[in-house]
């Protein structure tokens, strides 16, 4: 499985070049317990046809129904689910609310365009924000997006953050990494693992996973980190590990790792440090030995203390506030 939001943008994508109207819509703020956050999208034809994800499925299912009996208007509109929602009010099982941006794309060059720059900044490429317009059917894309929260939502204007999606980048296989791409998947990431070694790729058959049959470094050296990518090196091989984590460090990658006992780290970090050249808080971004201190043991359960750290991170918790 890829990134949910980079199934949803290629799906529309897809769409529109086949001469179909598809019809966006975006979580803007949730209330209560609600199963997915802002942010989240769907992507729909009228005929029923869909991808993506507002909620655990109710919610779907009533959308779908209501846009093939035409109750929407093909003006930009937020709708709500919920309490004091659409009428009849569909109740949430969780008991949440979720506003919902409802938009109508007709298959033209303009919104081709529109989500040709949207599936470049999921791909890592650019950050950029998109305007909508309430009551019309205007919408724009503006490039910069510094300082832009990932869903703002004022009178009749609506602003959404897209970027990167999130990647988990796997250099080199092995029991652990196969767990990794696993959970990673299931985590909503999109999973790339890079391997040259043929008699380990043939043998390898993940789900969702992207495998390329190339040393990581020169993977990552040809731009395959961005900023929401992880980096885990998991083979015990200095001549994997060691090249993937010299690159790695070079690029805004938000985590990287590399397996191995204290010692066993500690004398790569030192390797790393020399042939790079590299000064302390360069070196010092590489989480060495990896993973969350679970007293893990198998290769499921250290698969599964490195992805909680990466998920740690990603969430902006430290270490000692666990």
Known sequence: MKNLDLQVIQQALKWLEQGNCVWLCTVLATFGSAPRGPGAMLV??????FCGSLSGGCVEQDFLERLGREEFAAHNQIIRYGEGGLAPSLELPCGGVLDVLVERFESDCQSREHFSTLLSALQGRQL?????????????IETDARGCATVVVEPGHVRLRIG??????????????????????????????????????????????????????????????????????????????DLTLLEAVMTPAFYIGAMGSRRTSEKRLERVRRIGKLEDRVVDRIHAP?????????????????MSDIVRVNNGIVRGAL
């Open 164 to 241: 990167a999606a999130q990647r988990l980048l796997i250099a080199g296989l092995s029991p652990v990494a196969e767990f990794c791409a696993s959970f990673a998947v299931a985590l909503g990431y999109e999973v790339v693992v890079c391997d040259p070694r043929t008699e380990l790729t043939a043998h390898f058959n993940v789900p969702g996973v992207q495998l390329i049959e190339m040393l990581p470094a020169t993977y990552i050296s040809k731009g395959g980190c961005h900023a929401a990518t992880a980096v885990v090196a998991l083979t015990h091989d200095p001549r994997l590990d």
């Open 290 to 306: 990896i993973g969350l201190n679970l007293g893990s043991k198998t290769p499921a359960e250290i698969a599964l203390a490195v």
């Open 44 to 49: 729909a034809l009228q005929s029923g046809n």
């Open 128 to 140: 950029v924000v998109r305007h909508v317009v309430l009551g019309t059917t205007h919408t724009y």
